[in-house]
């Protein structure tokens, strides 16, 4: 069974839009009730029962940036409409269900080595808990795939990626302030990570090893920047063990728990279903106009949208040049999907990484009866066919068997056109500090401009909090990273691998 943008594949007819509000996470359920907070249902009544027809902050954009902003706003007393063009907050996080286990969509993992995403967390008193990780590994070879224990495995990654990364500590010492040593970066940005590759000349059977990675985030692996992988590297300690397991964490409750507790926090006016056809500055007043025709003024405005979006968007005045490169060239990891698979066999926990010539280049299952996730930035893989997607799958595992599966395409998804934040070669140094600054009384903010993690959530909130004037935080990753009172579960980061930011 199919299901394409983030639909849940099922033989029976579409779920009714309650079901869809409650699934996709819009009811604020389980550890922010008991907190005493507000159901989000309640938050957008109110809302509603209290809109405005003028307001001090418009946010455009209700993922985890524009949430963050418009509780911060709130914060300083302002009156804020938050606009959002889904039936749904989060953006490109969304916590859904999916034969009846719940899965994330977008973003899922979070770590103490990104410390505003953790804060929050602690903020809410959110659990985290850790994947039980897998029992073994699929690696490619110049024959076929082979198989190892997660150690073994990860410690040859290890070998590889570290010579992958020299010179990012001097490069990137201060990793959330990318520009300290320009003079070292500049020449640098120009580099691919298919030129790094080249540069570095691996074996074969090493080099396939790596383009698992490369390709996943490059989509091809040409196409990604040197840059954005080697400033993941210094902000997880510029070493393999951080790096690879940075994604070894996730919110107990799902990412929908954060997303709920921090609107029903802020308490902007919400409304859903809106998205935004104009934003126009005259006469020291913005105003947004949706595609519906409904009009909001205020004397300022917030763009939490992806940088993808905003050609989607007429502004006056114009956007400048920096900003239209940025919007037209593309700022996420393009065609990358991502697929939940039920598989009946096999049943274990396992990791498999293939090359980028291969339709699926990550998958896994990371506990135990729990459906596989897999990434795809192969635009030749038809997912819309079963066959299709068993057949890319027995690529890797020819045991497998597939009794359904469901597909999230950031890329066809109109209000996203792309995957998480993954930059090109020269958009640092070229466009990355230009399209942060404001246009006027508009300002710009969203995971695609953190300083930090671009295209992970802890990204979102930081550009979010800077864009509302609020406190970031920048610790030296080498430094042992705050838990913030967190119970951490003991686990060996050892045998986990990221796979993608989001």
Request: aromatic share 8%; proline share 7%.
């Amino acid at each position: 069974m199919f299901t394409d943008r983030g639909t849940k594949a099922t033989s029976r007819s579409a779920i009714s839009r309650r079901a869809a509000l409650r699934s996709g996470g819009l009811a604020l359920a389980g550890t922010a009730l008991a907190t005493g907070l507000p159901s989000l249902a309640e938050a957008a009544e109110s809302a509603d029962l209290t809109a405005r027809t003028s307001y001090d902050s418009i946010v455009v954009g209700a993922g985890l940036a524009g949430l963050v902003a418009a509780r911060e706003l709130r914060a300083k007393g302002r009156r804020v409409l938050l606009l959002e063009a889904r039936n749904r907050i989060g953006g490109r996080t969304w916590t859904d269900r999916f034969n009846d286990y719940e899965i994330e969509r977008g973003g899922a993992w979070v770590d103490p080595l990104q410390p505003h995403v953790w804060r929050e967390i602690s903020r809410y008193r959110l659990n985290v808990v850790a994947d039980a990780g897998p029992e073994r590994v699929l690696m490619p070879t110049t024959t076929g795939f082979a198989e190892s224990d997660p150690i073994t495995a990860y410690t040859r990654q290890g070998e590889l990626f570290t010579p992958f990364f020299d010179g990012a500590r001097e490069y990137f010492p201060r990793p959330y302030a990318p520009f300290t040593r320009e003079d070292l970066i500049t020449p640098l940005d120009g580099f691919s990570l298919r030129d790094r590759l080249n540069q570095l000349a691996y074996a074969p059977e090493d080099e396939i090893r790596m383009t698992s990675t490369t390709g996943l985030y490059g989509a091809p692996t040409a196409r990604g920047s040197l840059l954005q992988l080697a400033q993941w590297w210094a902000l997880a300690g510029w070493n393999y063990t951080g790096f690879s397991g940075i994604n070894t964490y996730r919110m107990e409750r799902g990412t929908a728990a954060l997303a709920g507790a921090i609107l029903a926090d802020g308490r902007p006016d919400l409304k859903l279903n809106s998205p935004v056809a104009s934003v126009t500055e005259a006469n020291g007043r913005v105003t947004v106009v949706t595609r519906a025709g409904l009009s909001y003024c205020a004397p300022e405005v917030v763009m939490a949208v992806p940088v993808n979006v905003w050609k989607r968007i007429t502004f006056s005045p114009g956007l400048p040049q920096a900003h239209r490169t940025a919007t037209q060239q593309g700022y996420g990891v393009p065609r990358q999907k991502k697929v939940w698979l039920d598989l009946a066999t096999p049943t274990d926990r396992f990791l498999a990484e293939a090359p980028e010539d291969h339709p699926f280049v990550i998958m896994g299952r990371m506990n135990d009866n729990a459906p596989v996730v897999a990434f795809t930035v192969d635009p030749t893989l038809n997912l819309a066919s079963h066959a299709a997607v068993e057949a890319a799958v027995r690529r890797i595992v020819p045991s497998a068997t597939l009794r359904s599966y469901t597909v999230c395409d950031w890329q066809a998804d109109e209000f996203s056109l792309g995957g998480p934040t993954y930059r090109s070669p020269g958009q640092l140094t070229a466009l990355h500090r230009a399209i942060a600054q404001p246009l006027g009384r508009i300002k710009f903010c969203g995971d695609d401009l953190a300083l930090g993690w671009t295209g992970y959530m802890d990204g979102a909130i930081e550009s979010g909090l800077r864009v509302a004037g609020s406190p970031t935080l920048a610790p030296l990753p080498a430094a042992a990273p705050a838990t913030h009172g967190i119970a951490v579960p003991r686990v060996d980061r050892r045998v986990y691998r990221s796979m993608i930011g989001l």
